[in-house]
């Protein structure tokens, strides 16, 4: 789940500035979860706007802007709204937006509507959690699925910091030490043996940006 959050209003009137018509993509994925481009997120956005003075021309929500086949289609279907629109104002995360300014295969203005977060996990009481940082070479085999890249601040592969505390972060003293959950769920499965292989740094090469894979 890549995680999303709402960019202020006024912000977004910025970005609108010289512009009188807009239309708006939201996502029926993602950002229909994080409640910032779903149906009711698009269609508070277009009262918004058109209490701005905006017109907007129409909406989508396609599944899942970032699939091109799905985007492609949405923005064929609503062609004649869009082309009666000075710009799109995309209610996804930045790779939906690029998305849709990649496809749309114009020179219409794309604007965006949210902020990306990270990639994270839906808890049942709505609290969303970053669990993964897409690091390209992934370690959750040997940590019983707790990912110390991203849970642990400090990023480190070999153990907790002198800083924990009786179990909490140094840096957030409200957050569990990513090490030692480690710690207590290997300990659980008699998996302890797993620490003492000391792992080196990082391959940073596997993450270097923008990156390409072929499937």
Not at 108 to 131: A, N, P, S, W, Y
């Amino acid at each position: 789940m890549i995680i999303t959050t709402c960019k202020d209003i006024e912000d977004i009137i910025k970005f609108l500035e010289g512009e009188k018509s807009v239309f708006i993509v939201g996502c029926g994925e993602c950002s229909t979860v994080c409640k910032t481009g779903g149906e009711k997120e698009v269609l508070d956005m277009k009262a918004s706007l058109e209490k701005k003075g905006y017109a907007v021309t129409g909406y989508c929500i396609p599944d899942a802007p970032c699939t091109v086949a799905q985007i492609r289609s949405a923005l064929r279907e609503n062609k004649k709204a869009i082309d009666g629109a000075d710009s799109i104002l995309v209610l996804t995360c930045g790779l939906g937006a690029q998305s849709v300014k990649d496809n749309f295969l114009s020179e219409k203005t794309v604007h965006i509507g949210c902020d990306t977060q990270f990639m994270g996990q839906v808890c049942k009481d709505g609290v969303l959690l970053e669990r993964c940082s897409g690091c390209g070479d992934c370690i959750l085999e040997l940590t019983d699925m707790i990912c110390p890249i991203t849970r642990c601040p400090k990023a480190l592969l070999n153990g907790p910091c002198g800083g924990q505390n009786k179990g909490k972060c140094e840096v957030d003293k409200d957050m569990d030490c990513a090490w030692v959950l480690i710690y207590k769920a290997l300990k659980e499965k008699n998996k302890l043996h797993l620490l003492k292989e000391s792992r080196p740094p990082k391959d940073h090469s596997k993450m270097l940006k923008p990156r390409r894979l072929k499937v």
